[in-house]
């Protein structure tokens, strides 16, 4: 089986130290969408490495926050120049509660794969791995 690379590793939430396994449990729109593994069936990989790790994860989802926001103001701009700030709102708030669980997702996997290093080589459950950030 031929590894992902590194964008595709992020953008399918898989394990960022053997990339094989999905770091998330249930669907992405689910009433549990935000719960994760502890760490990773393939090659145990902590998901969870230190109290507060994903705190930095909240400047990623603000990124895309700010550029969700731009984008749908442009969108209003190109397609209704006079238009009312309650549109402007609405479209705002709906688009950001609309893609709320695939930013919380996307930004929890771009934070960890920054500060996980990828490890060929590493599966099978049977081995022990040492579950280091580095």
């Not at 695939?102 to 049977?126: A, E, K, Q, T």
């Amino acid at each position: 089986m031929k590894t992902q690379s590194l964008l595709s590793s992020m953008m399918t939430q898989s394990c960022p130290a053997c990339r094989k396994e999905k770091m998330f449990k249930s669907p992405i729109y689910g009433w549990q969408f935000n719960e994760m593994h502890s760490h990773c069936p393939n090659c145990h990989q902590s998901f969870d490495p230190e109290p507060g790790f994903y705190t930095g994860a909240m400047y990623v989802s603000y990124g895309f926050q700010v550029a969700i926001m731009v984008t749908s103001f442009l969108m209003i701009q190109l397609f209704s120049a006079d238009a009312a700030i309650g549109l402007y709102l609405g479209v705002v708030i709906g688009t950001v509660l609309l893609l709320f669980p695939l930013i919380f997702r996307l930004s929890r996997s771009i934070w960890i794969h920054l500060m996980v290093n990828f490890r060929p080589g590493l599966s099978s459950p049977g081995i022990s791995h040492k579950n280091s950030i580095s």
